[in-house]
């Protein structure tokens, strides 16, 4: 849905690491906190859960910036149909690191693009699939000591130390398991009218 001229973007999100990511693309975008509830709903799976916020922030910033093309985000660890969020402190992520020892553990990452003037809503899920070397409490504890990964769902920093974590990663796209899928968020951008690569 091309546009004479492009329309702005926003980023409907705080989080550093998205904002990083969606730097890599080289297009201008400014950053708004979307006002969102993030708490799950009864029995709601974690990829529903991932696929509902990340529209619920686009949509929310969007109300604000109807004229301009919003991305929302977000991430929820799946360990066995549980979901895992951020834990907030060392305790919650030393606890979700026990639990996630010697098992694989599935990161929904979800993306929406919405452009409210233009009627524009586009949404996507990148599963990545991680599996977790069986840890000590040692290493768990020297790992939350040194990176502080308080603000990541279920305390994985990967693009960090977290990678000393792992054993396996499987994805379609290394950028999701980091909170932003680019991959989908390009091709979202592209439909909406925003140039990537110097075309729309």
Known sequence: MPNAAPRSLILGST?????SLLERLRIPFRVAAPDVD???????????LAVRL??????????????????????VADLH???????????????QLQRMSGHTVLFHTAVAVVCEVDGFVQQAL???H????????????????AETPYDCAGSAKSEGLGIALLERIDNND???LVGLPLIETARMLRAAGIPILGSA
């Open 81 to 95: 149909g549980q979901p895992m969020g951020k834990p907030g402190n060392f305790a919650r992520a030393q606890a």
């Open 174 to 176: 290394p950028s999701a």
């Open 38 to 48: 993030e708490s799950p709903m009864a029995d709601e799976a974690p990829q529903q």
């Open 15 to 19: 989080s550093a690491y998205r904002r």
């Open 130 to 145: 991680v599996r977790f070397r069986t840890l000590s409490e040692a290493e768990i504890r020297f790992y939350l000591e």
């Open 126 to 128: 990148v599963p990545v």
């Open 54 to 75: 990340a529209l619920a922030k686009a949509r929310a910033v969007a109300r604000q910036f109807p004229d301009s093309v919003v991305i929302g985000s977000d991430q």
